[in-house]
């Protein structure tokens, strides 16, 4: 494989952080400030896009950035995985951008400045993660996200914001400290590296006097160290951070730090022990289980949620086990399409996220037996909120269907029978919980209880309309002309079992 | 084992004081009577020092031609030293004492602890003049 | 005319034990002059120790007979890898701690005191660095008589009457301390007639099994073990620094409790031979649970604490168990990180303690509730307590994750995986008790308790001095210097490290 060297990741991380500066000294200018957040979303998303070539050409950009400690270095590499999650991850923060100036302007938002410059440093992390060479690296950006996200999930700072908050720091900052650092730490003490390799750390040094009962533990404080993820038990913090403003909702939790978690969890899977090691040792199909019994429970949990955020939210917990799933099957399928859900189910809760914001925005409201005919005042809204949910569901003509399909082959070729049940019971259950959302807002009257002012249309402002709009078209093209995304799932893919 | 007795009594000595001194100094509660248990504790060690450099019948230290046999200076000189140092903690401890009992107006640990306990964080007084509030306990 | 550099390492004592007698007089003749001499002075001795550091890693050892006696009949002096660095992080921090002295000092102490206050000051300064610099065991007696004695004063200068309660019961235990020192070094001379450490090393080895050496060595580790607190020996400490005037805290917290752990990795690994730590007396088992409880004790009694500076002293007994349990686990890696961890502990204590002494200049308050809302009144103070407080947790990128890194692999090449749980889960309580201080610096408005309500209607950023301020960003800035750029004090401390553990 061939190596560049370029600075480029290094940019692609500091042109936010270069950006918080312009942010805090324009905090009493909001136009100006939100220019520079514009202009460092949009320059950041073209760095990473001059990257695509290259990595498309089969090269991997390298760049060392400083060593800390010999073994201990901050180094970035961009191979297709992480342009992957990069592109996903700095599309979404443009759109994402405008959606909050929209959101913040109209909810009169107290620390507007605070929260922007946040929102920037979670997004560099996020870059951080994304194009990160070593677990080392990748431990500092995780720990970042977490710690830089803080402030905007207590964003209220209300009582019950700074509770929703602290369980989310205990979950995140404390799993991260006791378990993962703990992996780290054995994976150093017995690989003598954190670089990340394609085939596996741990599968490289097989056989060198490392015990099974030494990887097995190693791997079950990794999986329960990235609580990001979300995998049950560890999933509470995800329902508590709902407390935060709608656009970090959206563009939190379900792109950035969940899927930090997920993308992490991939590259432990893939790069740290490696298809095969984790085959013999049966650790996939085990991590599959356990993924599926997270799949089918969070969606029950779903079913029975009445606020909208914390739907969408069980529905993210259950959606992100399909991507560890798909990468536990360990087969070329599997990984192709959990690594294709990263950025389906991205775009589609997205999506939903910045309806539900946009529906607070407009009516106040948060609660699902609330939308009863909301279709007829907000249909620009509520028809991106369905062509989401289909993709969601995983039907055609949307994105989703696609990473569904991937999945279903893997656990074929994988010969996992109870694994396409799953898929297929909680395909039903996706439905259950989002149709009667649809066919609530579209086909119920109003509550008459509820005043409602004659007023045919009262959409959200027209930022917030336009992005989720664009969203929602994303979703729509995804499925249509998956090329870029597909192409590089596939080379993953190819990379990690060996075939290229 | 009367060999260990009598041949080392010196030491059995210093031991004694040694444990009356750190006995004083942990189980008295008046403060006084504390630094006197100090000061015994370490004068036991000194004569311990001492008595270690007791060579039978040796003469005093002197470069003097019929000083072949000596006792060895060396402890002598350490504990000159240590005196010193024993002196200045002693007066630094009676100083604090001094202190301790114009700030509560006793020198009994319990009575101090009890008042230390009511108030344990007041507030700094960033006023000039008198560093302490005067206490009314005192008689 | 004499070559001054010949003589710098006692030239770096002397000064400090001159000033210490120049100051008064000239503070009877202006207040701030005192404060002067104590800058300059500290400034010249850390200059001293750079200078001193660079001959050490040109030359390797440096051996300076003091009034030119040979050792082993007269005092020697021995500078290597190790006590250089210990050298200058005390010349450092005595250095940016009289810079911030001023202003603290002037708010806390009477005025009549102040002067006298930076003559003591710089006693406790000697006496620390005489520790560090002597290789002879009685001159180590009394360089910590001195600087005990300067702590004693110190701790006791201000003008809270619970200081003095705590001044003197360090006393007493300062006291029992010093004299089982000064028995065990008693015990040695016995023995073998020597108090040169260099000289001990080649003696004591034929006696090892010696009772009387196995009482000296006991009586060594009681008595240091209390000087530098470590659990459950710590019961003077918190009440010490507690009550102190703040910038007797933060220098005590930074320096004096590391020299104590100083001195007894010089007994255990220089004095002693690791031989005997390992297989004559069962002294390393013994520190590994003793600083284990500590770590874990700390932290938990930490967060039980409301008053801050309280909480920050139960912080520095666990973090001493740190420092033992690196030392204890007799391997290169664990004993580099314990080594850093010295430098690094005294770096976040001291920015801790310099933060908080600024919050008691601006209100008078030192209750975890008076730093509500400070985010906005004092951001840049914050801003250094926050860094520091993310070190403590051990955060990559800070100081404290560094040391953790080297005792958690220590402990993994050690094959004593247990140790890393402790590690990491007093990493979680210390994120527990400094999370709460953050959250409530920046997520909580102001305090309104009538104590403080003048300070409250301060609406705009209302920042310590720049006299108290340049100093403690400086130290901030170190906790993110010397976690990036880790390798500068670990190329030293592994010298030290494999000098302890391999031999001279």
Known sequence: MEIVQSAKPLYAIAVSLIAVLFIAVSGKRPNLREFFTIAAAVLKFSIVVSMLPTVLAGKVIEYSLLTILPGLDISFKVDALGIFFALTASFLWIVTSFYSIGYVRSLNEHAQTRYFIFFAVALSATMGVAFSANMFTTFIFYEIITLSTFPLVAHKETPEAMKGARKYLIYLLGTSIAFQLFAIFLTYYAAGTLEFSNLGIFNNIKGEGVSDAFLIVTFILFIAGIAKAALMPLHSWLPAAMVAPTPVSALLHAVAVVKTGVFVVVKVVLHIFGVNLLAQLGLGTALAYFASFTIIVASIIALRQDNLKARLAYSTISQLSYIILGVALLTPSGITGSIMHIVLHAFGKITLFFCAGAIYVASHKTKVSELDGIGKQMPFTMAAFTLAAISMIGLPPMGGFLSKWYLIIGAIEAGQTPIIVVLVVSTILNAGYFLPIIYAAFFKEPNPEIPNPKSKIREAPVLMVASLTLTAIGVLLLFFMPSVFLELAKMIAASVTGGN | MIELIIGKYTYWISITLMMIGFYAMIAKGNLIKKIIGMNIFQTAVFLFYISTAMVKDGTAPILWQKANLYVNPLPHVLILTAIVVSVSVTAVALALIIRIYKAYGTIEEEQILKMANETPNPKLVVNKGEPFQTPNTAK | ?504
């Not at chain 3, 710089?122 to 300067?150: K, P, Q, R, W």
């Not at chain 3, 240091?224 to 020996?233: E, G, N, V």
């Open chain 3, 1 to 504: 005319m004499i070559n001054i550099t010949e003589h710098l390492p006692v030239l770096i004592i002397v000064i400090s034990l001159m000033s210490a007698a120049i100051i008064p007089i000239a503070g009877r003749f202006n207040r701030h002059y005192s404060w002067y001499i104590t800058v300059a002075v500290t400034f010249v001795s850390f200059l001293i120790s750079i200078s001193l550091l660079n001959r050490v890693l040109n030359t390797g050892k440096i051996s300076y007979w003091l009034g030119g006696w040979q050792p082993p009949w007269g005092i020697e002096y021995v500078l290597d890898y190790l006590n250089i660095f210990i050298l200058l992080i005390v010349s450092f921090i005595a250095f940016i701690v009289s810079l911030y002295a001023r202003h603290s000092i002037e708010k806390e102490i009477a005025e009549h005191k102040i002067s006298t206050f930076y003559s003591v000051y710089m006693l406790f300064i000697a006496g620390l660095m005489g520790m560090t610099l002597t290789g002879d065991l009685f001159n180590l007696y009394v360089f910590i008589e001195i600087s005990s004695l300067a702590a004693y004063t110190l701790i006791a200068v201000g003008r809270k009457r619970n200081a003095l309660m705590a001044s003197y019961n360090y006393l007493i235990l300062g006291t029992i301390a010093a004299t089982f020192i000064l028995l065990g070094i008693g015990y040695l001379y016995m023995v073998t007639g020597t108090l040169n450490m260099a000289d001990l090393r080649e003696l004591l080895p034929p006696l090892y099994e010696s009772k009387v050496v196995l009482t000296a060595f006991a009586f060594f580790t009681v008595g240091l073990s209390l000087k530098l607190a470590l659990f459950p020996l710590h019961i003077w400490l918190p009440n010490a620094y507690t009550h102190a005037p703040s910038v007797v805290s933060a220098i005590m917290a930074a320096t004096s409790t590391k020299v104590g752990a100083y001195v007894l990795l010089r007994i255990m690994f220089t004095v002693f031979k690791v031989e005997f730590d390992l297989e004559v007396v069962p002294v390393t088992k013994i520190l590994l649970v003793l600083s284990s409880v500590a770590i874990i004790a700390g932290s938990v009694l930490a967060i039980a604490q409301t008053n801050i500076k309280r909480m920050l002293a139960y912080s520095s007994v666990g973090q001493i168990g740190y420092i033992v349990l690196g030392a204890a686990l007799i391997n290169q890696t664990a004993m580099t990180g314990s080594l850093i961890h010295i430098l690094n502990h005294a770096i976040m204590k001291g920015t801790l303690f310099l933060v908080i002494g600024a919050v008691v200049y601006k209100t008078g308050i030192e209750d975890i509730s008076g730093l509500r809302g400070m985010g906005k009144k004092m951001p840049y103070s914050m801003a250094a307590f926050t860094i520091a407080a993310l070190s403590m947790i051990g955060i990559p990128l800070t100081v404290g994750f560094v040391s953790k890194w080297y005792i958690a692999m220590g402990a993994l090449n050690a094959g004593m995986w247990y140790f890393v749980p402790i590690i990491l889960l007093s990493s979680l309580l210390t994120a527990v008790y400094f999370w709460r201080i953050i959250e409530s610096i920046y997520f909580e408005d102001a305090n309104t308790e009538p104590q403080n309500a003048e300070y409250s209607q301060i609406r705009n950023p209302d920042d310590a001095p720049l006299g108290m301020l340049i100093p403690t960003l400086i130290l901030a800035g170190l906790c993110l210097f010397f976690g990036v750029a880790a390798f500068l004090p670990v190329s030293i401390a592994e010298k030290a490290a494999s000098m302890l553990l391999g031999g001279m």
